[in-house]
T-cell receptor, first 115, second 116 residues
């Protein structure tokens, strides 16, 4: 079964600090990898999408990396802000996912940024 | 206006009642999805539809049914609600890019359903 594992499960950091979230996946056939931000009580919003050939992609203070050989991805947040407090979900897209769907979701990392 | 609109935003219902959650979109996407999110779990697919005449069961379809009334509308029904269907429900849409690859998904804001 296709799976996406994220770590840590939760993280607390001080405002202005950097942090890195991890994602490991066992998915085949791989199509792309996405990072979503989900604020409490809201739907997930896309931050980045990376294909097999891309190693790094940035979106403002968010930088995602992808190592397709080791099947790992990370999301680095620079100079964190209070508004970064949210759950960050790693999602791997597959072709022909069947009943599981074409998106395989991780359980998310809950980030809390404290003043 | 939001690209994907879900109604209601919150709902409390009693065990055994029938309830419908509605989703409409202005993205012009053919593909629509219903997901369920429980605490500590990733989003799980309930049903999906690739066009108006296409309905497919997802990973956890038991106890649910759907209707694709139009390209822009996709509703989820619980025929006889039970407490373990208490969850956050999301509708999503996606389209295809010029390479016929699935584009980024757009999610609604969710419906928080409580079955008592």
């Amino acid at each position: 079964k296709n799976q996406v594992e994220q770590s840590p499960q939760s993280l607390i950091i001080l405002e202005g600090k950097n942090c890195t979230l991890q994602c490991n996946y066992t998915v085949s056939p791989f199509s792309n990898l996405r990072w979503y931000k989900q604020d409490t009580g809201r739907g997930p919003v896309s931050l980045t999408i990376m294909t097999f050939s891309e190693n790094t992609k940035s979106n403002g203070r968010y930088t995602a990396t992808l190592d397709a050989d080791t099947k790992q991805s990370s999301l680095h947040i620079t100079a964190s802000q209070l508004s970064d407090s949210a759950s960050y979900i790693c999602v791997v897209s597959v072709r022909y996912g069947g009943s599981q769907g074409n998106l395989i979701f991780g359980k998310g990392t809950k980030l809390s940024v404290k003043p | 206006d939001a690209d994907v609109t879900q109604t209601p935003r919150n709902r409390i219902t009693k065990t055994g009642k029938r309830i419908m959650l509605e989703c409409s979109q202005t993205k012009g996407h053919d593909r629509m999805y219903w997901y369920r999110q429980d605490p500590g779990l990733g989003l799980r697919l309930i049903y999906y539809s690739f066009d108006v005449k296409d309905i497919n069961k997802g990973e956890i379809s038991d106890g649910y049914s759907v209707s694709r009334q139009a390209q822009a509308k996709f509703s989820l029904s619980l025929e006889s609600a039970i407490p373990n269907q208490t969850a956050l429900y999301f509708c999503a849409t996606s389209g295809l890019d010029r390479f016929q690859e699935e584009e980024g998904y757009t999610f609604g804001s969710g419906t928080r359903l409580t079955v008592v």
